[in-house]
């Protein structure tokens, strides 16, 4: 089955540093977002990205956040100044059309990668 | 407010027992609710969509229900496994393209 990769599965960073997280969506899909996980809590949507250019974002997804499609496969999250509040796993997750209104529309999620800001 | 609300916050069974899973909505207008398994430590996994026009799913052992009046979902396990041992989250949408409303999940342990 076709999947999501991320890249790292875990970093530690400290506070104030910047932190680029990477993914691989799958191939066909067009659609392509990032939730966050903090430890106990539920998943949360930041952003929802497609042509190039952010569809969607949450209240989370402020200033310090960025995405960015480098190229032709790779779908990267970047947090400009970590905080300790930052600390999560982070679900990178892509989708053949937009949303989760299509109800044919599986949202595909990578295995995530865990950030520590210490 | 669009709240996703799920119950018990975690369970435990024996191996080869049944349980069930519950899960309460207020997401207007509703598109579809789907259950995801997540592992510890990993990333969702899709295990059934359904529409308000489906009362039933299935997906090899686990059975979803919705009440789309009531605005409940049920998610059924049988026969239960030790690989079984999960967090299963409610995830529902809204007919508009904004973000799915996923509830904190229900921590399942099977142990033998």
């Known amino acids: 089955e076709p999947e999501v990769t991320q890249t790292p599965s875990h970093q530690v960073t400290q506070m104030g540093q910047e932190v680029i997280l990477r993914c691989v969506p799958i191939?066909?899909?067009?659609?392509f977002y990032w939730y966050r996980q903090i430890l106990g809590q539920k998943v949360e949507f930041l952003v929802s990205f497609y042509n190039n250019e952010i569809s969607e974002k949450s209240e989370i997804f402020d200033d310090q956040f960025s995405v960015e499609r480098p190229d032709g496969s790779n779908f990267t999250l970047k947090i400009r100044s970590t905080k300790l509040e930052d600390s999560a796993m982070y679900f990178c997750?892509?989708?053949?059309?937009?949303?989760?209104?299509?109800?044919?529309?599986?949202?595909?999620f990578g295995e995530g990668s865990w950030l520590t800001v210490v | 407010k669009n709240q996703v609300e799920q119950s018990p916050q975690s369970l435990i069974i024996l191996e080869g027992k049944n349980c069930t899973l519950q899960c309460n909505y207020t997401v207007s207008p509703f598109s579809n609710l789907r259950w995801y398994k997540q592992d510890t430590g990993r990333g969702p996994v899709s295990l059934t969509i359904m529409t308000f026009s489906e009362n039933t799913k299935s997906n090899g052992r686990y059975t979803a229900t919705l009440d789309a009046d009531t605005k409940q979902s049920s998610l059924h396990i049988t026969a239960s496994q030790l690989s079984d041992s999960a967090s299963y989250i409610c995830?529902?949408?809204?007919?508009?393209?904004?973000?799915?409303?996923f509830g904190k999940g229900t921590r399942l342990s099977v142990i033998a």
């Open positions: 997750a892509s989708s053949e059309i937009l949303g989760g209104s299509y109800t044919g529309n599986t949202i595909y």
């Open positions: 191939s066909n899909h067009l659609y």
């Open positions: 995830v529902v949408a809204n007919s508009g393209n904004t973000p799915l409303v």
